[in-house]
């Protein structure tokens, strides 16, 4: 966090000073009295949390900001008490003023999935220019954004937010916090039903990456491939729109994709110049995650082949698609971060293009955000069909709540023989034992919190070589 000084936050968010130093050095701010540390200012914004005057009394001098300054100004002159009227528009207004202070490039990233890997991509190759604060894996959400801002200080060059999707009004809340005037829409799938209930909803709810968009000064990043995003109105944002994709009108295209065994090759065309791509990584969505990070950084003022250097020695996020020696000399992709039907169908089609004539096994398992209903089964016949398109060998399907993965491909004509469902990680190593050798891949795709339950966790272990 940039110090400031107490008097310089009070003018800004409506403060009565009531006892303390009112001048205090202030390098941090907190939302809950068991975070409070000496020179913190606390904003009392959960007014219900239990205040130990003990602990309190411990990290003085520090701040606190209020509606209830009784409970505080009676534990002491170390305690500085400042009073406001509503605290929830205090905070707002410390966020917007705090925010205010920097005029750095700040970029938001959403998509039903890519969004961590884009990010991640843009991140490193911001880092060769500049200091960059970034949200943290897929760690962020509501008040959590808190950390991510205050990170920000007079030595950060550049931003870049990763913005998810569980329930509507998310999105809005990530800029209250960040205001990006760089802002990053990767693609528009059906997710995250237990929070929007409809696909409807939910592409709405992906929709408020425009709220309050500058239409002449921003920059909106859109996938011109995507049958969703081309659901949105955004006739106002035509000045600030560029567009990603393999097709003729995109401000950055790729062409003639092809793959070797470090990854991906691709010729990017920008401004009537090409330029050769290469990726670490597999999988065409990449591709899309590639041009939006060389778009994105592009706009934030970086030079198109300093970004494709820096993208060469990009490092593939843990568990994406992550190629890994696995058991008897078979290949495991551990792509276990996350499961979204986007993303099992992207997965899918790598297992094809990798494998060659080698056996393709499949490891499926439930979306946790798909819920359960009508949207919900279709979504998992639609893997079941993907899975007998691209040819699986051997399906296995894990959770009473992917059974639908396994009987579509069933009614497709799959051999019985050759599906599974399964509960445990104990009953899938017994299934797998014999057919991992070096002429097999396999796909793992479940979501992580089923992978950290010990059976599970014991089956990562066995068929992973460390």
Known sequence: MKALYLKEIISHIDGLWLQGDGNLLIKNVV????????????????????ISSKLLQKYTPFVVVTERPNDFTQLGDGITVVKVEDIKAAFWKFIDYYRGLFDIPIIGVTGTCGKTTTKEMIKHILENRFKVQSTYKSFNGGHRNLRYL??????????????????PGDILFYLKYFRPKIRVLLNIDVYHLVGCKTPERYLEAKAEILHDLDPEKGTLILNA?????????????????????????????????????KGIRFTLHHQNQTYPVFLPGFGKHNVYNALAALAATWNAGVNIKEAIEQLATFNQVIEHLEFRNGMGGSTVIDDTWNVTPLSMVSALQVLKEMAGTKRKIALLGYMPQLGIGTYAEQEYAKMGEKAVETQVDILIVVGEEAKEIASRALELGMDPSKVYFCNTGTEIYQILLPYLNQDSILLLKIPHRVMVQDTFKELKEKIIDS
Not at 36 to 46: G, Q, R
Not at 150 to 167: P, Q, R
Not at 254 to 261: E, G, R
């Open 31 to 50: 939302t809950r009295p068991s975070k409070v540390s000496p020179n913190t200012l606390l904003i009392d914004l959960y007014k219900k949390s239990k």
């Open 150 to 167: 205050l990170k920000i200080n007079e030595n950060t060059g550049a931003a870049v937010i990763e913005m998810a999707v569980v329930n």
């Open 225 to 261: 491939d995507d049958e969703n995003i081309k659901k949105l109105d955004i006739s106002k944002f035509a000045n600030i729109i560029q567009y990603i994709g393999f097709g003729e009108g995109c401000h950055f295209r790729a062409s003639n994709v092809t793959y070797d065994s």
